[in-house]
């Protein structure tokens, strides 16, 4: 079950890191993120897209060798809560419009939910 949501977790960190590398406005407008110059671009590919890169090879490296599987698991886990925490707190004071950010955050909570559980299962 550990490693299974470990590969789920670099399909998913890979997939939305090479996603915003590529078209870094595109998916950031939907959430109302956007780029104003040539600068923001550069911080939208680092951030968006250097980073879920660097996370997902990180995320690999662990699901590589069973050993650190658990490892990797703990670190896709406490990334979803904060994701998630912050999103959905953020979101309860400012109440934006739209139906996007509580499905992101309902998605990073339950994905986070679900690690914490497998990794307590497995202990």
Known sequence: MVRALLGLAVLVYAGIGVWTLIDPVGPMADVGVAATDARGLVELRAMYGGLEL?????????LADAARARIGLVAATLTLFGLGGVRLGAWVVLQPPGN?????FTVELGGALTGAVALWRTR
């Not at 660097?54 to 662990?62: Q, S």
């Not at 996007?100 to 992101?104: G, H, Q, R, Y």
């Open 54 to 62: 660097g996370m997902a090879a990180f995320l690999g490296w662990c």
């Open 100 to 104: 996007l950010l509580p499905a992101l």
